[in-house]
């Protein structure tokens, strides 16, 4: 009689990584609100990392704020905080791996020349063999990804111009590019499911390209509805969102997770910060959230 062998689910492993470019804001919250109950309904364990790889976006001190603002709300992350910024050498080494395997070259195309050829790169300099003197590095995009499945939205359709692209990995003033180092960063945190903010789907896909390219398993991927202005805008440092109230916490919390239109308790109120997570985890619903790409809360 022969025997089936199942392969047992790997221990979910989640993640926040928000940038320093300010503090948090309602906006970040419902991102690490929704990620951190997505791990601890599921008994897994939820890391932080600090995206700092783009000094002129980044505020100063504003990664000390964020971390004591998590603290603040009782969003306790699992082992030591990655910063991204002391990442440069496994970051290397992948770019070096894609540059030996034939799979990125150096492009002198700029934002200005690609919009003259219609909006989208057509990899005009695949072809060049040019140097890494004032170039970027791209990614050959062999097997485009123009569509995913969405843990909370469904099936995800890219526009297909946008997905065919050869990427950027590495800059033209050479600081890295967010698809790579986020793609290596995840690979190494053994992520199983990112949870983050809907304006970052049309990324997924050029992530999920580059781990197919180094032969890692990808991660689930889980959108939330992004909390806009009025005028459709998101909530950030840019459309002058106000830091977290550190003095209303249980308030704020509390908003967050009726934005993500999760059950409270009956005693919400009188709750203590941590009674409250504690209570919401075990009660976290994913079908309630709703399938939406952004909300207005103004």
């Known amino acids: 009689m022969m025997s089936s062998h199942v392969e047992a689910a790997a221990p979910y492993r989640g993640r926040f990584a928000p940038s320093p470019s300010g503090p948090l804001h309602f906006g970040s919250l419902i991102a690490a609100v929704g990620s951190y109950m997505q791990a601890r309904s599921q008994q ?24 004591r603002q998590l603290e603040k709300f009782g969003l306790h992350w699992d082992g030591p905080v990655i910063y991204q910024s002391e990442r440069s050498d496994a970051y ?24 003259a050829q219609g909006g989208f790169y057509t990899g005009v300099c695949r072809d060049k063999n040019l140097g890494d003197q004032d170039t970027a590095l791209r990614f050959i995009n062999h097997h485009p990804v123009a569509q995913f499945e969405d ?26 590019a967010y698809q790579l180092a986020v793609v290596v960063d995840d690979i190494d945190e053994q992520i199983t499911e990112v949870v983050r903010g809907a304006d970052l789907i049309t990324p997924t896909g050029r992530q999920i390209a580059l781990f197919n390219a180094l032969g890692a398993k990808t991660p689930d991927y889980l959108h939330l509805p992004l909390a806009t202005h009025a005028d459709g805008h998101k909530l950030s440092k840019q459309t002058h969102a106000p830091a977290l109230d550190e003095e209303n916490v249980l308030e704020q919390l509390m908003a967050a997770l009726k934005f993500l239109r999760q059950p409270l308790p009956r005693d919400a109120k009188d709750a203590s910060v941590e009674e409250l997570l504690a209570w919401s985890a075990k009660h976290w619903q994913l079908n309630l959230i709703p399938k939406a790409e952004k909300i207005a809360i103004d």
């Open 44 to 67: 897994g364990q939820w890391l932080l990392r600090v995206e700092n790889i783009d000094p002129p976006r980044e505020m100063p001190g504003a990664d000390s704020i964020i971390l």
């Open 151 to 176: 843990k909370l939205l469904g099936p995800i359709a890219l526009n297909q111009a946008f997905a065919n692209e050869d990427f950027i990995i590495r800059r033209r003033d050479r600081l890295y």
């Open 92 to 115: 290397d080494a992948v770019l070096d791996d894609l540059r030996a395997r034939n799979l990125s070259y150096y492009c002198h195309c700029t934002r200005k020349s690609i919009m």
